[in-house]
């Protein structure tokens, strides 16, 4: 279970009720909300064949003759189609030639040159092999080890390897249009968090608040949820279905994102609930210091690990850690995102890639003092010649969500 549907259905009653923005039951906050959908320009035909032909030119130099694709992200992201990941449809992009669509009989056909229909007696890995040709093949990270097991069994003079050089090193370059709708997902966000936060009162519980989240995100025209944690909750960085009640003084944190034409933002806020005490106003701004330090450290040629360093050094000096140690900082400072939510790469020790105009990354370095309180600070980034831009505005101070 990802953090997008954790404690979903605690939040899924208000949700229901935002579709009617007259019903009281929904706080003036959210019902005061419109959809922020206009002018959004989904990705042209032009820029997907565009990604198919540097697809080709990376298996060339990968000496790949073709690549395999199931349902999901990557699908998506060369052809626009959208298929469940187990219906028994795949893609192949072969190094030359059209694309090849098998799919079942009985399912939907893609508006395409060359598809190829299997029968439920036959199976489709006869079908995938006919297109795959010979030599050397590569398989998109999510394919099911059925489809790789049928396949090998099928054509077993093939050689299959990761489509890893060929799929994430097209996927992890985001074009303009790309970056234009993360831009409007994380608009969004902020927008359905400063209406959600508005509704903040003593004894409110966490599912309350979720369920209030995901009928902003509804009112705002899109599909969305949030992760919600009070007080000592918030040590823990993927939450808890412990029952949360908000009293005064509590540290409250919400995150998670929203999708615009498939593109994912993810935002965390950790504010407070009434006034802060001294030792929570400290951590709260390690955390920013800790951000910036990060973002300073995103430039062009950068490894991915130096920024995960920095944040964490920041956090070290204030003699928390070391390393993922806590009291500290016990997870990667962020994950790529675009088509999902977490996608190549991330920002964490030991990986070298470095960093290209076009990369986006959360920026994301948790405080976790268990027992006591966490804070997280996440906004996303991405990567220009100039060094790293947000998104979104980063929070100024612990009683100030919002930029």
């Not at 060929?166 to 970056?179: L, N």
């Not at 950790?270 to 001294?278: D, E, L």
């Not at 920095?310 to 000096?317: K, L, S, T, W």
Request: net charge neutral.
């Amino acid at each position: 279970m990802n953090r997008r549907v954790f404690l979903g259905t605690a939040a899924a009653g208000l949700a229901r009720l935002a579709a009617a923005q007259e019903t009281p039951a929904v706080p003036a906050a959210i019902r005061n909300l419109r959809p922020m959908l206009d002018g959004i320009q989904p990705i042209d035909e032009d820029e997907r064949r565009a990604r198919r032909e540097k697809a080709r030119r990376l298996m060339h130099a990968s000496k790949l003759g073709a690549i395999v694709m199931e349902g999901g992200s990557s699908m998506f992201y060369f052809t626009g189609v959208r298929r469940p990941a187990n219906d028994g449809s795949a893609l192949v992009l072969a190094a030359r030639g059209e694309p090849v669509w098998i799919v079942p009989k009985d399912g939907p056909a893609p508006g395409a040159a060359d598809v190829r229909v299997w029968a439920a007696g036959d199976g489709p890995y006869h079908l995938i092999a006919q297109a795959l040709g010979t030599g050397r093949v590569g398989l998109e990270e999510r394919v099911r080890f059925a489809v790789f097991d049928g396949l090998r069994k099928q054509a077993p003079a093939l050689e299959f390897t990761s489509a890893d050089p060929v799929t994430v090193a097209c996927r992890v370059i985001k074009s303009p249009a790309e970056i234009r709708l993360m831009q409007r997902a994380n608009d969004i966000t902020i927008a359905c968090y400063k209406a959600a936060l508005d509704t903040l009162h003593e004894g409110m519980t966490q599912g309350e608040l979720s369920g209030t989240i995901a009928a902003a995100y509804q009112a705002l025209g899109v599909r969305g949820d949030a992760m919600v944690s009070f007080g000592k909750y918030t040590a823990f960085p993927h939450g808890s279905i412990q029952p949360q009640q908000l009293r005064e003084g509590d540290l409250v944190l919400i995150d998670d994102g929203c999708t615009v034409e498939g593109y994912q933002s993810d935002i965390t806020r950790t504010t407070i609930f009434g006034q802060p005490t001294a030792r929570q106003k400290e951590i709260w701004n390690l955390e920013r210091k800790a951000q910036d330090a990060a973002l300073a450290a995103a430039r062009p040629g950068a490894l991915c690990e130096a920024v995960d360093a920095a944040a964490r050094q920041a956090i070290a000096d204030y003699g928390f850690g070391p390393g993922y140690k806590v009291p500290g900082l016990p997870h990667r400072t962020g994950h790529g995102i675009g088509l999902d939510g977490h996608e190549w790469t991330y920002l964490v020790r030991g990986n070298k890639t470095r960093l290209e105009p076009g990369m986006c990354f959360s920026n994301e370095p948790t405080i976790v003092i268990y027992g006591e309180f966490g804070v997280r600070l996440e906004d996303c980034m991405y990567i220009t010649k100039d060094g790293a831009r947000m998104f979104t505005k980063q929070s100024p101070a612990i009683d100030q969500p919002f930029g």
